[in-house]
């Protein structure tokens, strides 16, 4: 199963109100596995960034201004994700400006049904938690200590560690190794069985000896309010 991993970095919270989008970072696993496959690109919003902004993610209108537009990126980066499920933290924010994005560039929107968000899946894990990357991050022992400022790209690469560890984490690979086995024993139990070519011989009689007997008996009369003659 192909899933794309993807952060976003914009001007503001609300494409509605003229935010735009700046950044975008995606990381392809397979499998809940990372492929090394990864879709970065910065893009020029045509507009200023607000200093609460910048302190945020730390782009500047300057660094940006030479940046392509989100329209001359957009096929290239609709090649990348195909009709992957898109993950994200907080996922409605991401599809929100991507969208938005899209429908500016005369593209279709990518449909909701393909969304997957883990902050629903934290709150469902660790329900009253906090559930941040940054709280994530730490609750599953992955390290941060490069992450100085919010980045589309690293934040992907940390999210798709965060997302194995809420799915379950190397327990995944055992349940794929369980399913080996099922499916092993399995194709062992429906396996005809060559008919047998040697005669069956009958069982040998066991009985027991008188000396053997009599140890027993002795034995059971040893034994104090026997339950069988309850």
């Known amino acids: ?90 996922a409605g924010f991401d599809f929100g400006f991507i969208n938005a994005e899209l429908t500016a560039a005369g593209f279709d929107p990518i449909g909701l049904d393909r969304m997957v968000d883990t902050v629903k899946i934290a709150r469902q894990k660790h329900p009253g938690a906090k559930n941040s990357l940054d709280a994530l991050c730490t609750r599953y022992g992955i390290d941060r200590s490069h992450r100085t400022k919010h980045g589309a790209l690293l934040d992907s690469e940390l999210l798709a560690q965060v997302y194995v560890e809420l799915l379950g984490g190397r327990q995944i690979g055992m349940e794929l190794a369980a399913q080996s086995i099922v499916i092993t024993q399995t194709v062992s139990e429906t396996h005809t069985q060559a008919p047998r070519t040697r005669p069956l011989r009958e069982a040998r009689p066991h009985a027991a000896s008188q000396e053997e007997l009599d140890a027993h008996g002795a034995f059971l009369k040893s034994i104090k309010e026997p339950i069988w003659l309850q």
């Open 1 to 90: 199963m192909r899933e794309i991993i993807f952060d976003t970095e914009t001007t503001g919270l609300d494409p509605k109100n003229g935010d735009r989008l700046v950044e975008i970072g995606c990381v392809e696993m397979v499998n809940r596995v990372a492929t090394g496959a990864t879709y970065h690109a910065y893009f020029n919003p045509q507009r200023d960034m607000p200093a609460e902004a910048e302190r945020v993610h730390g782009l500047s209108e300057a660094f940006l201004a030479d940046k392509p537009l989100f329209a001359e990126k957009a096929q290239e980066f609709l090649d990348f994700i195909g009709d992957a499920p898109m993950v994200a933290h907080n």
